[in-house]
């Protein structure tokens, strides 16, 4: 009961947490976006001359399609992330996981959503030509997202409006604030997958499975570049092998190892 109550409390604190975050990201490209051409180019040779979103569009313009990655990039996304903050405060398996998940979830916002999208404020693809100018690099990929509508009838490309909105108004409204890089989705997703590597096989498989989904999301819908994903990734991952792995610290594991499932 003690261990439920202090899991509930802990959920409590990050009420403060999270708004306090937004309010900071609030704050991010309100004296402009310097870091979007760089990005963007830099992407552009990554992927052998090709913006991935082009390729992307290529392969999986097809309606159905984009509703399900549409799922996974929005209430997926938040039914996972949200499952997993409540099981590890309130019944995750040892009490070392649950001190691991939280910390590299306070570091993925603070560290990722804050530090290093202050040192390269983007806007991401789905506002370059308003921050750069140049309104014909991503134009047509722009009006394939404008062209598709999920499921409630609304597009894309209304809330990517809508937002822009908020930004040049100043105005205060449901995920204000524009920050491209780095991928906060795809972070806190390649955080659960970690932990689920640590808790069960089949778990493990279908956290890289999201992670990957919201990956290719991120991108399809021109939120990101790939390289805001990757970035977090690989972060992410470089930061769990340092906060959890014994023989990087030179210590002794406290973590009972857990059985994985077969299959």
């Known amino acids: ?30 004296h402009g976006f ?15 001359g090709t913006d991935p979103a082009f390729l992307l569009h290529r392969i999986l313009d ?19 992330v949200g499952g997993f903050v409540f099981w590890m405060a309130v019944a995750a398996p040892s009490r ?14 603070v560290i990722l959503g804050n530090v290093v999208a202050w040192l390269a404020i983007s806007a991401g ?24 509508t999920l499921s409630d009838g609304r597009g894309i490309r209304d809330l990517q409006t809508y937002l822009w909105g908020l ?8 995920g204000m604030g ?3 890089f780095p991928s906060l989705h795809v972070a806190m997703m390649t955080l659960c997958a970690l932990v689920a590597a640590e808790i069960d096989r089949i778990l493990a498989i ?3 499975t999201i992670v990957i989904l919201v990956q290719i999301g991120s991108v399809l819908f021109v939120w990101h570049y790939a390289i805001d994903g990757y970035f977090s990734i690989i972060v992410m991952v470089s930061f769990w092998l340092v906060l959890c792995h014994p023989a990087l610290l030179g210590r002794t594991s406290t973590v009972q190892p857990h059985a994985a499932s077969p299959g």
């Open 1 to 30: 009961m003690a261990r439920i109550l202090a899991g509930y409390a802990l959920l409590l604190a990050l009420v403060p947490f999270m708004a306090t975050f937004t309010a900071m990201k609030s704050f991010i490209g309100l």
């Open 34 to 48: 310097y870091a979007d051409i760089p990005l963007a180019d830099f992407d552009r040779w990554l992927h052998f």
């Open 62 to 80: 097809y309606g159905s399609v984009w509703r399900l990655f549409a799922f996974f990039y929005g209430p997926g996304w938040l039914l996972w």
């Open 96 to 109: 070392q996981i649950r001190k691991r998940f939280f910390i590299g979830y306070i570091f993925a916002w």
């Open 125 to 148: 693809p789905a506002f370059f030509a308003e921050v750069t100018g140049n309104k014909d690099r991503f134009a047509s990929v722009l009006a394939t997202v404008g062209a598709h």
């Open 167 to 174: 930004y040049v108004s100043h105005s205060s409204g449901f």
């Open 178 to 180: 524009i920050s491209a």
């Open 206 to 208: 279908a956290g890289v």
